[in-house]
């Protein structure tokens, strides 16, 4: 058989006032894609009344009328609540049955304290959001879907050093980006060690990891991720290593975001070899992208481009 995995940050997809613009140019990707199993990053969920739950109503309206509509659905939860988040969700649409859903958020890496320097007090270091975990039953076995959304490279906010939304010192700032980036590679290394044991229960696990990084190819996210096997002393371990799969794509197309005029590639699809091998193309659908720099406030469509990895 032949099937399909696709990752598509969807850029706050929300109610707004161009929602329908929006739909008309979100709509047009995801059927381009012709996705099995789509792992949807930045998903919103307001209240439709404002006691109400939080839905994914924003999410129902952009797959009505499509396939998706009818796939299978896991999405994540605000942590320590069973309710959605309302900005920034994750969802898995899987046309194959779901047989297990979870997430993760510092159940492999603990949350920690830091004292920033010059500071008495420590701050509490924990992820924005959760990793989503789905296992989907196809006729081969079992699919292993991590869905992802690293902290972007952007200062964390500390205690003080902010006035009026805005930086009282470059030192505060520093502060921030060390944080941020500590935490971007903490996240980064519980999403690998839970892929480690998938690999401990099942060598040949076929395992992918999907999602926005923030992290170029060769930054250390992504390399934790890939648990590079060339960085590594033993060729045994070569069966764990997860293969960047948008590598495939020629050099000149290897972009999803354009920022400031400088194309990088921050959405990634990690596939384990036991699935890689099966790996019959990938494609980057970046042709219409936008300057993230320049973009509008309302940004019509997504500021990232979907990658989409076909399997025969």
Known sequence: MTFAIASFNAENLGFSRDFDQRLGALRPVLHALRADVLCLQEVNAPRETPQGPRGFAPLDELVRGTPYATFHRATSARPGSSEPADV????????????????????????????????????????????????ARMAAGPLHVLNLHLRAPRAAHLPGDKQDGRWTSSAGWAKGMFLAAQLRQAQALEARLFAEG?????????????????????????RILCGA??????????ERRLERLEARVEPGRRHTVIHAGRRVLLDHILASPALARDC???????????????????VIGSLHAPVVARFA
Do not use: K, M
């Open 229 to 238: 096997a060339d960085d590594l002393d033993s060729a045994a371990f070569a």
């Open 280 to 298: 019959a193309g990938v494609e980057i659908l970046n042709e219409n992208l936008i300057d993230e720099a320049t973009a509008p406030d309302e």
């Open 198 to 222: 998938l690999f401990d229960a099942e060598p040949d696990a076929r395992i992918v990891v999907c999602g926005d990084f923030n992290a170029d190819s060769y930054e250390t996210p992504t």
């Open 88 to 135: 920034h969700n994750l969802a898995v649409l899987s046309r194959f049955p779901i047989e297990e859903t979870r997430q993760l958020h510092h159940d492999l890496v603990p949350a920690w304290d830091w004292t920033p320097p010059g500071e008495d007090a420590p701050v509490r270091a924990q992820f924005d959001r959760p990793i989503l975990y789905v296992r």
